[in-house]
Nanobody, 123 residues
Framework: VQLQASGGGLVRAGASARLTCATSGRIFSNNGMGWFRQAPGKEREFVAAISWNGGSTTYEDSVKGRFTISSDNAKNTVYLQMNNLKPEDTAVYLC?????????????????WGQGTQVTVSS
């Protein structure tokens, strides 16, 4: 069971970036998936989640309209497209697989976590 997040880096405010989370098929076929982030000195924060079949998505309020979560079942991959990035989006972004099939905002619903990828947005 593995989740591999990638796509982070240093970007300027207003720019876009796309994060990728590659998973093993056993996770992906039945589980909701989520993205969380954690900035230095702050608690882990929910960002976005998608249900097992991609039919339902949910977002944290500050990213609504800027971030889009999507999935590609054929590639066992989840994406987070981030547009109009802001300095306050700077954090380590982690992808996670939920125990259930729904798109959950609660980190306790997730039992598999990737290693995280750093996103730094300069002003």
């Amino acid at each position: 069971v593995q989740l591999q997040a990638s796509g982070g880096g240093l970007v300027r405010a207003g720019a876009s970036a796309r994060l990728t989370c590659a998973t093993s098929g056993r996770i992906f076929s039945n589980n909701g998936m989520g993205w969380f982030r954690q900035a230095p000195g702050k608690e882990r924060e929910f960002v976005a989640a998608i249900s097992w079949n991609g039919g339902s998505t949910t977002y944290e309020d500050s990213v609504k309209g800027r971030f889009t979560i999507s999935s590609d079942n054929a590639k066992n991959t989840v994406y987070l497209q981030m547009n109009n990035l802001k300095p306050e989006d700077t954090a380590v972004y982690l992808c996670a697989a939920a125990r259930g099939a729904s798109a959950s905002t609660n980190w306790r619903s997730y039992n598999y976590w990737g290693q995280g990828t750093q996103v730094t947005v300069s002003s």
